[in-house]
Nanobody
Framework: QVQLVESGGGLVQAGGSLRLSCAATTSGRTFSTYTMGWFRRDPGKEREFVAAISWTTSNTYYADSVKGRFTISRDNAKNTLYLQMNRLKPGDTAVHYC?????????????????WGQGTQVTVSS
């Protein structure tokens, strides 16, 4: 079991930066053994993959839309996942969710993540 709580969202102008955090509380399995991901959802749209990181931190994967602008990282000692978002665009506006997966490889679809946070709103003004 793992509980996830996101923070760090807010309102920012286009070109600005935000850093999202996701604090994990686990039982029965340590945070370091979960593959972690970030997804986002704009109202009326499907939940969209943003980025993911393996439990070893050696493998990361990004959606094409954020590659080169966003960086996913994790601190296993602090049970925390991060998403550094730079050069934000109005199209990045969405509720951003962190998620945990027990899959051995990095999954890119929501169905492979069994645990979700409540989400944090990111709004980018033009």
């Amino acid at each position: 079991q793992v509980q996830l709580v996101e923070s760090g969202g807010g309102l920012v102008q286009a070109g600005g930066s935000l850093r999202l955090s996701c604090a994990a509380t686990t039982s029965g399995r340590t945070f370091s053994t979960y593959t972690m991901g970030w997804f986002r959802r704009d109202p009326g749209k499907e939940r969209e993959f943003v980025a993911a990181i393996s439990w070893t931190t050696s493998n990361t994967y990004y959606a094409d839309s954020v590659k080169g602008r966003f960086t996913i990282s994790r601190d296993n000692a602090k049970n925390t996942l991060y998403l550094q978002m730079n050069r934000l665009k109005p199209g990045d506006t969405a509720v951003h969710y962190c998620a945990a997966s027990t899959a051995g490889v990095i999954p890119l679809t929501p169905a492979h993540y069994g645990y979700w946070g409540q989400g944090t709103q990111v709004t980018v003004s033009s």
